[in-house]
């Protein structure tokens, strides 16, 4: 299924990989870098963001432009390396291109080269649902069917990098009249006027992913923006490779921090050395970490218990070292790192995001706790 | 003023957003938003947004609290230092702890285990039912309470996920911990055919298992298929009979534990069982299993039969899982592959033993080697000389109170087997091979002679 729909697309999009490492890692040590701090505080790079992806940061996962996960990592690692809240929008962009590519609804895949490439944006409003999903929380949006499609209601928080023009995957349960829920459907919603979207409360940093909440009041939403109905089979097959990407925000976030800690070295290393954490110790596990993630990069539409158990593995530990690397790097800058503009202090809340973004360090260990657990009769 | 005596009289209630978990309590109201303390819920306007993260009312839910969560007594975040680390609190687990505290007092020691880790006799399941046993009863001492004897830090529903031999980490569900020696000691898993799901079939391989089981068949006599007709499958169907319930057994071969005994033997197996009530029926592979709608299940096999029972029991043998094993490259062919000696496993640092290990190529789920395997390893893991594990096959014993069975000696499947003695009571027979006696096989019991010495199987 994952190549059914490739046969539409040429391989002329297919990015060479090596330009598109060094155009990616121009941009991530160049502009990116230098506007790190301004992104952090409100800035919402689309133009970066539109360079990126004409250097082909978005599209490498794509089955249409070939299937490759490790590339797509890559970029995001590089990315997130100078600026998390950025890894953080690549993220978005990533998955909602597999959203729009693995719907396999022709009115959505006929937009994935403009998604792909850069030249449009859109998000992924699927925290909800994810924990949802998960029993960890109720479903926030309720879909009633009506003639063509359906009625949705309720509101969606916290959904980053959409705006006027952009789009973003959301799901909602499907209540009968009784009230019952039957199944889930997902579905793409275009901010092309319809719903005016509200203003978050700010957050501690991060600022520029343009995070807003969606409320939407007998939204319609037709054949054409569906993604999947029923949803639960579609959530099943793109929960491993959603959760994979995420581990290039993570490498990404302690790849930067061991590049601060190095920065100090010189001047700092005689009395760095007396910390725990040291850039060696943190270079070690981390490449501990992407050797297990290279492994996981060929399959990421296994299935299999085993399979998914690895990547959650792997985006827990994530998640688990980008908070001590963030935390050891701003230890070896000390207070040069906790200037304002500095990345060490910035890198700490953007570790703090990654341990925190759903799916959270807590909910990974929850759902592997539950993978865990033979069953048994009831 | 009659609205004002209502809400006097009924209690404030709370009401939590489902978004963002702020919680609106009625007695307080929300000032900074124009909700002066009092306001009941229903009165609050439709446009009110949540102070934290802006949802409307409808957003919120009647808030009910939870129980608290049971706590485990590992800290939230385990303190990265060293020490010994060991997976699984099972009888193996818990026999290496003891055997390092025999020596050593000192060194941290860390067991992370899946369930309670309450220290009970596994074999002792097989035989639990009709003793009237319950799961509370057959616990010798509480995981806890062994915990605070024996000075070790209890990680207890807390499993291992993944293993980092170079950087001496094991990954669990409650975080990443450092160790300078591990013992994996996790058991082995039920393997459980396609054809039996797992939702509709008991396996008894642990205490909070058998308790689940216990409970229902206590009710009252109930019919009960076992599925899988080898050591463990044999004693739960005598046990299951003995407490009163009408028992089934399934099997692929005609005849049970017909792996492990000549056909004389396995006879008298069946015969015994029979007189206890027992149905065998042997030489029949299951097809499928469906729930009934009234909890009942129903058992095809393969050749048309179809046998209705309340529970089903799958007694179809056991698998190391590899996740631990495969996640630290560790060698794995049945088990984890370990030096026979020493036990130690094929990354530095890392040493199994009990049922997850294979030795030579083969599992050794038996009980009785595990206290010596449990004393190499404590004594390697403190950094003491031992003199090396010797590894034997015990002998294998069927718990029976009607036909005890006891096979000693390595028989091999091809081997010939000969009476040596035989009345109505007793089957002795010996396996020979190459001209010598390789297995010696006693089916029931002989006057004057006691040959149950050895250890039983796990």
Not at chain 2, 6 to 13: F, I, K
Request: proline letters at 6%; aromatic letters at 6%; hydrophobic letters at 45%.
């Amino acid at each position: 299924m994952n190549s059914a729909h490739a046969t539409n697309f040429s391989t002329e999009f297919w990015p060479d990989p090596a330009a598109m490492r060094a155009e990616v890692s121009h941009i991530a040590r160049g502009v990116l870098a230098g506007a790190a701090p301004q992104i952090d505080e409100g800035r919402y790079p689309l133009d970066i963001m539109g360079s990126l992806g004409a250097a082909g940061a978005f599209s490498p996962h794509l089955d249409a432009f070939g299937a490759r996960f490790d590339l797509a990592l890559e970029a995001m690692h590089e990315v997130s390396r100078s600026c998390g809240a950025t890894g953080f929008l690549t993220w978005c962009q990533d998955v909602c291109g597999l959203y729009l590519e693995q719907s396999g609804n022709p009115a959505l895949t006929a937009r994935l080269v403009d998604h792909a490439m850069g030249r449009r944006f859109g998000g992924t409003g699927l925290s909800n649902p994810v924990k949802a999903l998960a029993g960890i929380e109720p479903m926030l949006l309720r879909a009633r069917k009506v003639k063509g499609g359906y009625l949705v209601n309720g509101s969606l928080p916290w959904v980053s990098h959409i705006g006027a023009g952009q789009y973003c995957g959301a799901m909602a349960a499907v209540e009968g009249d009784d009230g019952k829920r039957s199944h889930e459907i997902m579905f793409l919603i275009d901010f092309d006027g319809c719903i005016e979207l509200k203003p978050c409360p700010e957050f501690s940093g991060m600022e520029g992913t343009s995070t807003w909440r969606i409320p939407l009041s007998d939204y319609f939403v037709g054949e054409d923006a569906m993604i999947a109905d029923p949803a639960r089979p579609f959530i099943a097959r793109i929960r491993a490779p959603f959760i994979l990407l995420q581990v290039g925000m993570a490498t990404g976030v302690i790849a930067g921090a061991i590049d601060s800690m190095r920065d100090v070295e010189p001047a700092l290393g005689h009395v760095n050395c007396f910390l725990q954490d040291r850039p060696d110790e943190i270079q070690a596990e981390l490449d501990e970490l992407t050797g297990r993630v290279a492994k996981l990069v060929a399959a990421p539409y296994d299935g299999g218990k085993d399979y998914l158990m690895d990547v959650i593995d792997a985006r827990a530990q994530g998640g688990e070292l980008a908070l001590r690397a963030a935390q050891s790097a701003m230890l070896h800058q000390g207070a040069r790192g906790y200037l304002r503009s500095a990345a060490p202090q910035r890198r700490m809340r953007e570790a703090q995001f990654i341990a925190i973004v759903t799916p959270a360090i807590k909910h990974l260990r929850f759902e592997l706790d539950r993978l865990m657990r033979e069953e048994t009769p009831q | 003023m009659s609205a004002t005596m209502e809400s006097a009289v009924e209690p404030w209630r709370q009401y939590i957003c489902r978004v963002c978990g702020l919680i609106y309590d009625e007695e307080l109201g929300d000032p900074d938003s124009g909700l002066a303390p009092g306001t009941r819920f229903e009165d609050i306007p439709d446009d009110w947004e949540c102070p934290l993260c802006g949802v409307t009312k409808a957003d919120f839910d009647p808030y009910v609290k939870r129980a608290a969560a049971q706590a485990s007594s590992a800290p939230a975040n385990p303190p990265r230092g060293v020490g010994i680390v060991v997976v699984g609190a099972g009888l193996a687990g818990w026999a290496v702890v003891e055997a390092i505290r025999a020596a050593d007092a000192g060194t941290p020691i860390t067991m992370v285990c899946g369930g309670k880790a309450d220290l009970y006799n596994k074999p002792e399941l097989s035989l639990a039912l009709s003793r009237g046993l319950t799961a509370s009863s057959l616990v010798r001492e509480s995981g806890a309470a062994a915990a605070r004897r024996l000075g070790v830090r209890l990680c207890e529903d807390t499993f291992a996920i993944g293993l980092a031999p170079a950087l001496r980490q094991l990954r669990t569900t409650r975080g990443a911990l450092l160790y300078t020696h591990l013992v994996l000691a996790q058991g082995a898993r039920p393997a459980l055919p396609a054809e039996l799901p797992s939702a509709l079939c008991w396996r008894i391989n642990d205490l909070a298992t058998w308790g689940s089981l216990q409970e229902r068949l206590a009710q009252r006599p109930q019919r009960v298929a076992i599925v899988g007709a080898g050591m463990i499958g044999c004693e739960l169907a005598e046990d299951f009979a003995r407490a009163g319930h009408r028992v089934t057994l399934f099997d692929r071969q005609t005849l049970p534990l017909s792996g492990l005994l000549p056909e004389p033997a396995a006879k008298r197996l069946k015969q015994s069982h029979a007189k206890l009530g027992v149905d065998y029926l042997g030489g029949v592979e299951i097809a499928r299993v469906e729930a009934l709608g009234d909890g009942a299940k129903l058992l095809e096999t393969r050749c048309g039969r179809s046998v209705t029972v309340d529970h089903i029991v799958a007694a179809t043998g056991l698998a190391t899982d590899h996740r631990l094993a495969r996640s630290g490259a560790l060698a794995f062919d049945c088990g984890i592959k370990v030096d026979p000696l020493t036990l130690a496993a094929s990354a530095p640092g890392v040493y199994a033993l009990g049922d997850c290990v294979s030795i030579e190529g083969a599992t050794c789920r038996f009980v009785e080697p595990i206290a010596r395997q449990a004393d190499a390893v404590a004594h390697h893991v403190t950094g003491r000389w031992h003199e090396g594990y010797r590894h034997s096959r015990p002998a294998v014993r069927l718990k029976s109170k009607i036909l005890p069975i006891e096979l000693s000696g390595a028989p091999c499947a091809d081997g010939e087997w000969r009476i040596i003695r035989e009345d109505d009571s007793f089957l002795h027979m010996e396996q020979w091979r190459d001209g010598t006696a390789a297995a010696s096989l006693r089916v029931g019991t002989a006057k004057a002679a006691s040959f149950f010495k050895h250890g039983a199987h796990a």
